[in-house]
């Protein structure tokens, strides 16, 4: 088991950036392959990044993809994501996630163990 608590949401500009953390406890973090998702208002939640369990590999998706940046920190247990040049579509609920593997995957449903998740809003 892990449990999760993400942080670092909040009101921002467009344009602004933030950052999101993910602290975890329980087993053993670098076990774990990480991700975050979102889920706006009416949709459905989606992908946007990954890392692996040594923070060597990261992906993307489309939309995000140069924009945001994911990390971790296995001493600190702790998970990131450095989100700039935000827009108003970025507005969602964020979640962070982990999956017992070496190599986490886009799919939501690879992911047993998530957060509750925090609410980043972006103004126009």
């Known amino acids: 088991q892990v449990q999760l608590v993400e942080s670092g949401g909040g009101l921002v500009q467009a344009g602004g950036s933030l950052r999101l953390s993910c602290a975890a406890s329980g087993r053993t973090f670098s076990r774990y392959a990480m991700g975050w998702f979102r889920q706006a208002p009416g949709k459905e939640r989606e992908f946007v990044a990954a890392?692996?369990?040594?923070?060597?590999?990261?992906y993307y998706s489309d939309s995000v993809k140069g924009r945001f940046t994911i990390s971790r920190d296995n001493a600190k247990n702790t998970l990131f994501v450095q989100m700039n040049s935000l827009k108003p579509e970025d507005t969602a609920v964020y979640y962070c996630?982990?999956?017992?593997?070496?190599?986490?995957?886009?799919?939501?449903?690879?992911?047993?163990?998530w957060g509750q998740g925090t609410q980043v809003t972006v103004s126009s």
């Open positions: 890392i692996d369990w040594s923070g060597s590999r990261t």
């Open positions: 996630a982990a999956q017992f593997t070496t190599w986490g995957s886009s799919n939501q449903h690879d992911y047993p163990y």
